[in-house]
Nanobody, 118 residues
Framework: QVQLVESGGGLVQPGGSLRLSCAVS????????IGWFCRAPGKGREGVSF????????EYADSVKGRFTISRDIAKNTVYLQMNSLESEDTAVYYC???????????WGKGTLVTVSS
């Protein structure tokens, strides 16, 4: 059974840091790309970052480049999103998702809430 479970969200002050984790089961990270999306209050879902399956290459939305880093630990079946220099605009529910063979995102976690506020 495929599952993705996010953790690590919380309340942080502007300029602070958080590390989100996405623990996956039912498949291996060597064969599937993983993405992080966010949904801010009153907005649609947006892609934040992706890590490929084959070589672990990464992609970032322009809004987070230089502040967020995606990584993975294949042995632990976990993908991370290190979030630094957080801004109030980063407040959102963050979801991790698996990219299926058809190219679309086929499984999603339930999300973890990140609130950036003083």
């Amino acid at each position: 059974q495929v599952q993705l479970v996010e953790s690590g969200g919380g309340l942080v002050q502007p300029g602070g840091s958080l590390r989100l984790s996405c623990a996956v089961s039912g498949f291996t990270l060597e064969y599937y790309a993983i993405g992080w999306f966010c949904r801010a209050p009153g907005k649609g879902r947006e892609g934040v970052s992706f890590i490929s399956s084959a070589d672990g290459s990464t992609e970032y939305a322009d809004s987070v480049k230089g502040r967020f880093t995606i990584s993975r630990d294949i042995a632990k079946n976990t993908v991370y999103l290190q979030m630094n220099s957080l801004e109030s605009e980063d407040t959102a529910v963050y979801y991790c998702t698996r990219k299926g063979w058809s190219g679309g995102m086929d499984y999603w976690g339930k999300g973890t809430l990140v609130t950036v506020s003083s």
